[in-house]
Each structure stands twice: as C-alpha cells, then as structure tokens.
C-alpha cells in the first residue's frame, strides 16, 4: 500500500526570536513526524521568516511569510484600508494584501494554528481570514498552540 506524504501548514507563528513560538513549532514538528514516521511535508507561515531560518528549525519542507507587504500611504494601502475599514470584507483585504498563509491553505492537507495566544490579542482578523478560508477549501483546522 502506497501512502501519500501529508502535507501541513503551521501557521499563528509569531517567529523564533520569540523562544516559545520556536520551542512550539520545533516540537509540533517533532510530534508529527513521530506520528507520520517522517514521512510528512511541514510548512511554516511565519512573521519572521528570516528568524526561522537562522534557527535551524529542521525538517521544514518550505517557508511562508504570515503578511504581504504594503507600505503606508500608498494607492494600495488606501484600497486595502477601503477593504476592511469600510467594507469590512477581511478575506479580500488579506488577499489583496498578497496574504501568502491564505493562499497556501489550498495546497496542504491539514492547517494548525500553533499560536493560540493571538486569539486573545485583540481582534485577530486575519487569524479568522485564514480559519474560514480554511473551512472553505475543505481542509482540516486544528488550534494547536492555545
């Protein structure tokens, strides 16, 4: 019997200069590949993509930045300001943001959010973007790191 290798999306992550975030994903990454015999692809979206790869997080098949990038004051910062202050449309917010985590859900087989603390910062709108779009393509949502 052939199985295919999984493929899963770690997401929440605030970066590995923050020793907890790193601590947390090191040991998902251990947990699952236990459970898959290694046989699994991780992908972690991260805010600090450079942190993580200066931490030598192993067994990570490929990095995804947590934002895209806008600057202030700019046509296209006032559209996506228009998006979600006036439209309140988040999903389209992020999306045009080239939100790459939202973009990635459709690609792996199970999403965890490893950082559940951010549930409780405020109002994470961009944690609720990726959950439903999460829900919308299918795919399993597992808040891991709560």
């Keep these: ?3 295919r290798t999984p493929k899963v999306l770690l997401f929440g ?4 200069a923050n020793r907890g975030c790193e601590a947390i994903a090191r040991s998902t990454i251990n947990i699952l ?12 979206a991260s805010l600090h993509v450079s942190e993580d790869v200066e931490a030598h997080i192993p067994h990570i098949s490929d990095y ?4 895209g990038e806008i600057r202030r004051r700019t046509p296209s910062w006032v559209r996506l300001q228009s998006y979600k ?22 690609k ?7 950082s559940g603390d951010n549930y409780c910062c405020g ?3 961009w944690l ?3 959950d439903r779009c999460v829900r919308a393509a299918g795919k399993r949502l597992v808040v891991w790191g709560a």
């Design 1 to 3: 019997m052939n199985r």
């Design 13 to 16: 992550h605030g970066g590995s």
């Design 33 to 44: 590949r236990q459970a898959f015999g290694g046989g699994v692809q991780v992908v972690l």
């Design 64 to 67: 995804v930045r947590r934002y």
């Design 85 to 106: 202050r006036i439209m309140r449309d988040h999903v389209r917010a992020y999306r045009f943001a080239g939100y790459p985590t939202v973009d990635y859900v459709g």
């Design 108 to 114: 792996v087989d199970v999403c965890l959010s490893i």
């Design 123 to 125: 109002t994470p709108h």
């Design 128 to 130: 609720y973007v990726v």
